[in-house]
C-alpha cells in the first residue's frame, strides 16, 4: 500500500518561497506519474504541475516561471514556488499513479499554502 507524506506548507507573503516535498513509501512503482494538484474556496481542484518518470513535466500557466516540479527519485516529489502571489492560496495535494503494471492512484492528505500579507 503507497502511502504519501507532504510536507512544506505554511504562511508566506507575496512575493515569497515555499518548497512542498511529497515522498511515497510502500510498494515500489518504477513508472509513475507524481504531481501537485490544488482547491482553493469556491474553485474547483485543479493541476498545477506533474512529473512523470520518463522525465516529462507539465506546468499549468498560472504557475509557469514560478512553479518548478522535480524529483529525487522515483517515489519523491518536490514543488518549488517562487514569487507566490495570493491567488496561489490553496491546499496543496500530492498525487501517486501509476498504470504499469496496473492502474493505482492514491491522493496525500493537503497541505495548506497561504500567501497573505
Known amino acids: 500500500q503507497v502511502q504519501l507524506s507532504e510536507s512544506g506548507g505554511g504562511l508566506v507573503q507575496p512575493g515569497g518561497s515555499l518548497r512542498l516535498s511529497c515522498a511515497a513509501s510502500g510498494k515500489m512503482f518504477t513508472v509513475n506519474r507524481m504531481g501537485w494538484y490544488r482547491q482553493a474556496l469556491g474553485k474547483e481542484r485543479e493541476m498545477v504541475a506533474t512529473?512523470?518518470?520518463?522525465?516529462?513535466t507539465l506546468i499549468a500557466d498560472p504557475v509557469k516561471g514560478r512553479f518548478t516540479i522535480s524529483r529525487a527519485d522515483a517515489n519523491t516529489v518536490f514543488l518549488q514556488m517562487n514569487s507566490l502571489k495570493p491567488e496561489d492560496t490553496a491546499f496543496y495535494y500530492c498525487n501517486f499513479y501509476s498504470d504499469y503494471p496496473g492502474y493505482f492512484e492514491v491522493w496525500g492528505q493537503g497541505t495548506l499554502v497561504t500567501v497573505s500579507s
Open positions: 512529473s512523470t518518470t520518463h522525465g516529462t
